[in-house]
């Protein structure tokens, strides 16, 4: 084995929409700079995800130089929202946590989503990620936080893991849908230079001078069955993962990070395994 280093940065400035991939990214308590601090709400203040609307995939969110988010879509004019001045927080549910946010303050904003996904949704910013939302009690330390992403402040995916599973994918019933691509699994770090699933046995690693504790690993959804260029479904990766990496009652694949210092990262940094 080569040694193990940042192959990757991504970064998703709206929950559940396409990503940049940064050659360096800023870490913050709560994850990477400018990730998942904006999601899209519906009249009942729940997150609305892939999960639900597979064609979020296809808005590209970009951080423009001036602040705030831009979206683009097929057949749809660019956009750009300023941040909105942290007034008049709303009541967001985010799988079982119950938070507030700050809605943008265009209604331009809401107004675009919704054309493009063809249902009334509303665009949420995260002002003050250090206090709004805990990590999971039961794999948190206290005070650690998170934004938008689903648990974790940062998910961990390994090149050599993906090799494995698109082995795997290809000697089942439905290989033609592989071999798959990274982005299926949407994580914001992927490391090279590693054996196949070695980050299964990982408690701490440092990536460049950052160190990261490694709570748990990463239990997969129905997105990963969802084409990120078009926006279809698939049976792919779950029903390998379901008969190779069924861990703890869970569908396997990448590890979520809890940063445990401030710093930034860049694509080649090394990748140190602590613990």
Known sequence: MGHAQLQSIHLHPVKACRGIAPREAVVEPWGLSGDRRWALIDDGGKVVTQRQRPRLALIAADLPPGGGVRLSAPGMEPLTVPVPRPVGMVPVEIFRDKIEAVLAEDDAAHAWCSAYLGAQVRLAHMDDPGTRRPVDPEYALPGETVGFADGYPLLLTSS????????????????????????????????????????????????????FRVPKKCGRCVVTTTDQG????????????????????????????????????QVGDPVTILG
């Open 160 to 211: 050599a893991s993906l090799d494995a599973l698109n082995s795997l994918i290809a000697q089942g019933e439905h290989a033609h849908e592989g071999p798959l691509p990274m982005n299926r699994f949407r994580p914001n770090v992927v490391v090279s230079g590693t054996a196949a699933w070695a980050e299964d046995d990982w408690s701490r690693i440092a990536i460049g001078e950052v160190a």
């Open 230 to 265: 078009t926006a279809e479904r698939g049976r792919e990766p779950l029903h390998t993962l379901g008969r190779h990496r069924r861990i703890g009652g869970k569908l396997v694949f990448g590890q979520n990070l809890v940063p445990l210092s401030r710093g930034t990262i």
